[in-house]
């Protein structure tokens, strides 16, 4: 039986990714549903190839726009334009798996509909995983959703852990997330404050998208990541710890009660943990080329400068916070990076704003979507009266 496959944000960098690897099994996975924000174009190159049943665009003159496209090309994708089209092609009856792979908080409700619908979630979308947090996990757990993650460091954690997650607890010491420290990880803090959005988007190691890149560079990304870590695998936040890796061969360690560790390793390429979750427990070819171990000068490892880097331990104060303070963290630093591309903001200053909105909002525990969602709102808009205090 073929997997039918619904993919959020097949555009981006892991969607497009994930159509790679897809592409090589077209005998074991067929699209069920694509989504993408405006890239209408390349939706239309997808829907030519892949033949989804459905596709969702984030507005109705995108959606419009494709329409008229695919009815030119002859082509019967139906596109929809529902407000609640995202979580449709999630939960659907007739799809299996779903990739999460659209950028920021806008990914949660989708993500939160295939999880109570019981699918099989790929999870890339880390925000929706540090705005969901608690409410998130009950979710995969009470309604017998699989959740794989794609995150290359979550990957490489679930692959050396046992399969029994009921294990887990009594096993692990701790969690070594790596992180590459980006491409500012040599320069001199006093410069930082003269980034452009064309440096910060230059990753010395992967083409991802624009907000993911800053993320890394300002090693935000790794703070998501820790959120991230402590959900998935249910440990506590001081289990976690960071270690700078720059040539991203180890993806991630485990280390257990009696101090063995094992990392997983290979060549730094998202259709790995693509692969890894498309076939979970089974392996198939991903299209990456092999890790030749002849030709590596050296596998290095670093603590990451916390003066470099001080959106780093927000993760942690904002995890020992009341429930709820990851997702303001999210919030501002969605809006803060989203101003730093727009060339409103210095690259130093992303984490002044994150700072002062934890500072300026104390969040109402989460209980529900709604009120996740109101707290997303709420907090976006504190980040945006913060961020006029910084802008240039
Ligand atoms: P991207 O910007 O390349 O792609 C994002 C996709 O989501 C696009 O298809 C876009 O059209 C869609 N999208 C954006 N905003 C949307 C909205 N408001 N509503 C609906 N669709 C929307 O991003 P990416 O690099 O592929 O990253 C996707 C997710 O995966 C992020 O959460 C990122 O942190 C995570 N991730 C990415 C990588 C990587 O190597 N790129 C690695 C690990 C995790
Ligand atoms: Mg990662």
Request: hydrophobic fraction near 45%; aromatic fraction near 6%; glycine fraction near 6%.
């Amino acid at each position: 039986m073929k997997q039918r496959l619904t993919v959020l944000g097949s555009t981006g960098s892991i969607g497009t990714n994930t159509l790679d690897v897809v592409r090589r099994h077209s005998e074991d996975y067929e699209i069920f549903a694509l989504s993408a924000a405006t890239q209408v174009d390349a939706m239309l190159a997808q829907c030519a190839e892949f033949k989804p049943r459905f596709a969702v665009m984030a507005s109705g003159a995108h959606a419009q726009a494709l329409a008229d496209l695919l009815k030119t090309n002859g082509l019967q994708t139906q596109v929809l334009q529902a407000q609640d089209a995202l979580e449709q092609i999630a939960s659907h009856p007739d799809v299996d798996a779903v990739m999460g792979a659209i950028v920021g908080a806008a990914g949660l409700s989708p993500c939160l509909a295939a999880a109570q619908a019981g699918k099989r979630l790929l999870l890339a979308n880390k925000e929706a995983l540090v705005v969901g947090g608690a409410l998130f996990m009950q979710t995969v757990h009470a309604n017998g959703c699989t959740l794989l993650p794609i995150d290359s460091e979550h990957s490489a954690i679930f692959q050396c852990l046992p399969e029994d997650r009921s294990t887990w607890g009594a096993r692990i010491d701790s969690l070594l997330l790596t992180a590459s420290g980006g491409p500012f990880r040599q320069r001199d803090p006093a410069t930082l404050f003269e980034i452009t959005p064309a440096q910060a988007c230059k990753h010395p190691n992967f083409s991802m998208g624009r907000k993911i890149s800053v993320d890394s560079a300002t090693m935000m990304n790794k703070a998501l990541e820790v959120i991230e870590a402590r959900w998935l695998f249910d440990v506590a936040p001081e289990k976690i710890k960071v270690v700078i890796h720059p040539q991203q061969i180890v993806h991630s360690m485990v280390q257990f009660k009696d101090a063995s560790i094992l990392a997983q390793l290979g060549t730094p390429d998202m259709r790995v943990p693509i692969a890894c979750g498309l076939a979970w427990p089974e392996r198939i070819e991903s299209g990456v080329a092999r890790l030749d171990f002849t030709s590596l000068a050296g596998l290095t490892f670093e603590e990451a400068d916390a003066h470099r880097f001080p959106g780093l331990h927000l993760s942690w104060q904002a995890l020992q916070a009341p429930e709820g303070t990851t997702a303001v963290l999210n919030a501002a630093n969605e809006v803060a990076v989203a101003a730093f591309l727009g060339n409103q903001l210095r690259f130093d200053r992303i984490h002044a704003v994150n700072l002062a909105t934890l500072e300026k909002l104390q969040p109402a525990r989460p209980h529900s979507l709604g009120d996740l969602l109101a707290l997303n709102d709420e907090a976006r808009s504190v980040a945006s009266s913060v961020l006029e205090r910084f802008v240039a």
